[in-house]
């Protein structure tokens, strides 16, 4: 098809029906894209059911509403937002270069949020500048969040009814993808936090080999992955009692507005709330037939996979939490002892004068936050990388060191903005404010370049950055990002590198 008219509607014909998306500099834009039926009344608390057709010509110019939810935990570091929420939220945002000759590599983004806030379609994770800057179709995933995507309680909701919207969401791309453009032989998953840890979650699945080609998980929580189920279901109870429904009647849960569900939701987390944890109470869940094993547990060695890995962290991902947490902030080296002695037992002292040496500053604050930050996200990022090497599959990790110049040093969250390269999204973040710019369009662009030559071809080098080699057990090579970029080897204080 020829270059299509820039600024202005375009039409396409799929499958599915028609669809009238957007054209903006070079790049078509459909958003509010269905995958699902919508899942309300009745169906709330189901396993989504995909969408077949959709009559007429269906109208992609404009977002449709965001999964219910309360306020974000991080929007004092990244900036908070407000869009129309609706139950009825099971929808794609596609962003593909103007020309459909060809198929094109599809990046499709997975939110975090921690399973309760976020969307796919925020401006935040627009797709438009990797479309144009890297020849790809990306592809953002809105699903279901909190109770309403991930309680689980027997007999009402089997609980990762969100994990299994992305399921249905990435079938859909599968098969229709073709039709804006992409390439359904080459996927990749690209998702951050709960994006990545659900991606874990997906990897645990033989039977889904093949639906995607490779992915990239940055600051994936899989140090905490699942959520065993008695806990979970003791979780549920606890939501039930503070709504004042009895167990033997939690189907009243399907007819509460949904104010009120979030309003619970926000008290339960309150009350569940332990000193220097972060997780939420609704999360993935093991339950034995959707997830029904550990995640190195399902990579055994006669699992072929055939997925390509791209896997990192920020250097101090609890910074995002920590810095606006009172009581983190106050603590004192006691409570350091205490949560030290929790985690090595009789070596504590030794691992904490470890985490000490790190620091020049050595508050109680930066040493919980080195701690868990190895403890949720680097440490089994780096056994995962390792496994994937094992393997004989591309394996390749990085991190994030740049610092944010509002004292939240390298926080969670902070590489998004310098993967999209979309820093105009983010005016008001507060994670961003007083950035040198030419400083993040240097950074950003060797970033995005990598994840694109990624997407295209499992392997992230380009001209643009130092010889990125491939993580194994004896190198460890990590491509380092900040404002000087380049390999270091890994160390990660309390793992077998420590001993030797």
């Not at 996979?305 to 791209?310: F, H, K, Q, S």
């Not at 910074?319 to 606006?324: C, G, R």
């Not at 949560?339 to 500053?361: C, I, M, P, V």
């Not at 970033?447 to 010889?467: D, L, R, S, T």
Request: proline share 5%; charged share 20%; net charge negative.
């Amino acid at each position: 098809m020829d270059q299509i008219q820039q600024n202005a509607d375009c039409h396409l014909i799929t499958r599915l029906g028609a669809i009238k998306g957007s054209v903006i500099d070079n790049v078509r834009i459909y958003r509010g894209v269905p995958y699902a039926t919508p899942m309300v009344g009745e169906r709330r608390f189901s396993p989504p059911d995909p969408i077949e057709s959709w009559q007429g010509e269906y109208d992609a110019t404009r977002d449709r509403p965001i999964a219910p939810q309360n306020k974000s935990r991080l929007a004092a570091a990244m900036g908070d937002f407000a869009l129309e929420q609706d139950e009825d939220c099971l929808t794609l945002n596609i962003c593909a270069p103007n020309s459909q000759s060809g198929k094109h590599p599809v990046m499709v983004w997975i939110h975090g949020g921690a399973f309760t806030s976020g969307a796919g379609s925020l401006p935040w994770y627009s797709g438009e500048h990797l479309a144009r800057n890297g020849d790809v179709v990306t592809v953002g995933i809105n699903y279901r969040l909190g109770a309403l995507g991930f309680l689980y309680l027997p007999g009402l909701s089997d609980g990762n009814l969100g994990l299994k919207d992305q399921l249905l969401a990435l079938q859909w791309v599968k098969d229709n993808i073709e039709d804006f453009g992409g390439d359904p032989d080459n996927i990749t998953l690209v998702g951050q936090s709960a994006g990545g840890a659900s991606i874990a979650a997906l990897l645990t699945k033989p039977g889904l080999d093949g639906l995607f080609k490779r992915a990239v998980l940055q600051s994936a929580s899989l140090g905490r992955l699942f959520s065993p189920p008695e806990a979970a279901e003791k979780t549920a109870h606890s939501f039930l009692k503070i709504l004042g429904i009895n167990p033997q009647e939690a189907h009243k849960l399907k007819q509460l507005p949904v104010a009120q569900l979030l309003a619970a939701q926000q008290s339960l987390g309150i009350a569940e709330h332990r000193l220097a944890q972060t997780k939420p109470p609704f999360w993935l869940v093991r339950d034995g037939e959707f997830i029904a094993s550990e995640l190195l547990d399902s990579l055994d060695a006669g699992r072929r996979l055939n997925v390509d890995l791209l896997i990192g962290t920020t250097r101090e991902e609890m910074a995002a939490f920590y810095h606006f947490d009172a009581k983190i902030q106050s603590a004192d080296n006691r409570i350091v002892d205490d949560l030290f002695h929790a985690e090595f037992g009789d070596d504590a002292a030794h691992y904490l004068n470890s985490y000490r040496q790190r620091r020049a500053k050595q508050t109680p604050a930066a040493l919980l936050g080195d701690l868990y930050t190895d403890k949720v996200f680097r440490r089994d990022s780096l056994l995962l990388a390792e496994r994937f090497s094992q393997k004989g599959l591309a394996s390749y990790v990085y991190e994030f060191d740049w610092q944010s110049p509002n004292k939240l040093e390298a926080c969670h969250c902070l590489e998004i903005p310098f993967v999209f390269k979309n820093l105009e999204h983010w005016v008001g973040s507060p994670m961003l404010e007083g950035l040198d710019r030419e400083e993040f369009h240097g950074l950003s662009s060797s970033m995005q370049k990598a994840w694109v030559a990624f997407a295209h071809c499992g392997n992230p080098n380009h001209p643009g950055i130092p010889q990125w080699d491939q993580y194994t057990a004896t190198g460890r090579n990590v491509m380092h990002f900040g404002s000087v970029i380049g390999p270091q080897k890994a160390h990660i204080i309390g793992d077998q590198s420590d001993h030797t």
